[in-house]
Every structure is written in structure tokens, then in C-alpha cells.
Nanobody, 120 residues
Framework: QVQLVESGGGLVQAGGSLRLSCAAS????????MGWYRQAPGNQREVVAT???????TYGDSVKGRFTISRDNNRNIVFLQMNGLKPEDTAVYYC??????????????WGQGTQVTVSS
């Protein structure tokens, strides 16, 4: 089973930067796409960014040009560099990993979440 542990959240002023990290363990060779999602109080969880094992990336419209996702396959870590943070970026950020269904451990895995708070 895949385990994901996030770190790097915190409180920052608007315009500032934070870097989130997500370390994966257990069955890491089976992981396909990894990503970051976020959920603000009263809102649905939304995709922030995703990255494939080969490094192809996608971004949510609200973070394009400000956030960068990257992945270190050797260390099994995915990063989210967040620049130009806005108060509306305040949310709990979750790391996500997808294991293809043809593996016995196939499924979607989530980390415990890390709080990001942006003050105005």
C-alpha cells in the first residue's frame, strides 16, 4: 500500500511563497500520476496540479503561472512550489497518488493534508 506524507504548509502573507513536499513510500514503483488537491472550508476538493511519472504536468486555472509541480522519481517526492500566493489559496492541501488498476494495490491514495493560510 502507498503511504503519502505532506509537509511544508504554514502561514504566509499575500504575495509570498511556500513549497510543499509529499514523500511517498510503500509500493512506489506502481505509482502513476501524482498530484496536489486542495479543499477550503465549505468548498469541494479541487485539483491544483498533477504530474506524470514522465514529468508531464497539468494545472488548475486558478494557479497557472504561479504554482509549479515537480517530481523526483529517485527520491519518491513530489513538490508544489507556490509563488504569488493569494488569500483565496487558503485551504488544506492534499497529496494524491494513483496506482493503475492492473496492480493488486490499484487505487487512489491520499495524504493527511497540510494547511496553507494566506493572510491579506
Amino acid at each position: 500500500q502507498v503511504q503519502l506524507v505532506e509537509s511544508g504548509g504554514g502561514l504566509v502573507q499575500a504575495g509570498g511563497s511556500l513549497r510543499l513536499s509529499c514523500a511517498a513510500s510503500g509500493g512506489i514503483s506502481t505509482i502513476g500520476i501524482m498530484g496536489w488537491y486542495r479543499q477550503a472550508p465549505g468548498n469541494q476538493r479541487e485539483v491544483v496540479a498533477t504530474v506524470t511519472k514522465g514529468g508531464a504536468t497539468t494545472y488548475g486555472d486558478s494557479v497557472k503561472g504561479r504554482f509549479t509541480i515537480s517530481r523526483d522519481n529517485n527520491r519518491n517526492i513530489v513538490f508544489l512550489q507556490m509563488n504569488g500566493l493569494k488569500p483565496e489559496d487558503t485551504a488544506v492541501y492534499y497529496c494524491n497518488a494513483v496506482v493503475p488498476g492492473y496492480f493488486s494495490s490499484g487505487g487512489t491514495y491520499w495524504g493527511q493534508g497540510t494547511q496553507v493560510t494566506v493572510s491579506s
